[in-house]
């Protein structure tokens, strides 16, 4: 299993460190971070398990998962598995258990529109509530499909078009299989792999991690060829500024989708983001991990 490392500590988003107090006056001011301008940056976010696949898309243009082969084997394991099993493995109800089980038993390829729907219009839940993209206009989704990528336990890495049917597999999921305990030991490498095969593509070495601790453990920041930049989102609560889960994971969305709409290209224009209340705060901030308050109403 991949160890959690300090690197990966410290530069994954800001979900898990809920609780944690930011005085709402410092003295110790950071300056946003001289990042050298980019040409791209790639945006990270992790899935979401609450789906919708009973709206119809409002477009049909879709692409296939680069990774669907190694999907193929994860669920040619699970459709083996009882919806028990399945609950049990996944910490679940047992109609979920069972309906995950269905799923898994009907899952074929070749994925088509109607069965299966593209990534960023089937997630729901808080990031893609923020994410908005139901709204986004065709050259938001082009800009989207070559500068966002959504973390997968089931798929790995999906753009925001490629086609998916409905899962539930979180990818802190200690699944035995044949490369290990759980999900992180199965997808290796390959998950890096597809990262810095798209920052090639874009000629950029920037990421902008969006992602829980969960879903970046499965990415190695050692062979990752970028910079990686973790926002941070917080909300005053009396004298100081804490990360509020709830509030943090739609703050996410909404940066993902500012990013998409303005086709943000240059990691140093971050602070301009502002959003629902949100502001960049140099207080706040440190390298590589700038901090964006709202204050209480």
């Given amino acids: ?57 409002k477009t049909k243009t879709a692409t296939t998962p680069t990774l669907l ?20 493995l996944m910490g679940i109800s047992g109609r979920l258990g069972s309906l995950n089980r269905n799923r898994y038993a009907q899952w074929a390829t070749p994925f088509k529109l109607g069965d299966a729907k593209q990534a960023v219009l089937a997630f729901r839940g808080d990031v893609y509530q923020g994410l908005d993209a139901d709204t986004f206009s065709a050259d938001d989704l082009k800009f989207a499909q070559k500068h966002l990528r959504i973390l997968s336990g089931l798929y790995g890495v999906l753009r925001p078009m490629d086609l998916m049917l409905p899962y539930r597999l979180e990818m802190g999921t200690k699944l035995p ?5 759980n999900l992180y030991e199965f997808w290796g490498d390959r998950i890096t ?16 991690n969006l992602a829980s601790v969960e879903y970046f453990k499965s990415v190695n920041p050692g062979t990752l060829k970028a910079d990686i930049i973790a926002p941070v989102f917080l909300d005053q609560k009396g004298s100081n500024y804490k990360i509020v889960s709830f509030y943090a994971k739609k703050a996410r969305g909404y940066m993902s989708s500012w990013i998409i709409r303005n086709a943000v290209d240059d990691a140093k224009k971050l602070k301009k983001f502002k959003a629902e209340g949100y502001r960049y705060s140099a207080e706040h901030s440190s390298p590589d991990r700038p901090a964006f308050i709202r204050d209480a109403k």
């Fill in 177 to 181: 299989n044949d490369r290990g305990s």
């Fill in 1 to 57: 299993m991949q160890n959690v490392s300090a690197f990966q500590r410290v530069y994954s988003s800001a979900d898990h460190n809920e609780g944690n107090n930011y005085p709402a006056s410092s003295a110790n001011t950071t300056p946003f971070p001289q990042y050298e301008s980019t040409r791209a940056m790639l945006t990270l976010l992790s899935p979401a398990k609450t789906l919708d696949f009973e709206t119809p898309p």
């Fill in 69 to 88: 082969d190694e999907s193929e084997k994860l669920v040619d394991q699970l459709r083996d598995m009882t919806g028990p099993q399945l609950s049990a």
């Fill in 193 to 208: 792999e597809q990262l810095n095969k798209q920052l090639r593509s874009l000629k950029s070495s920037t990421v902008i």
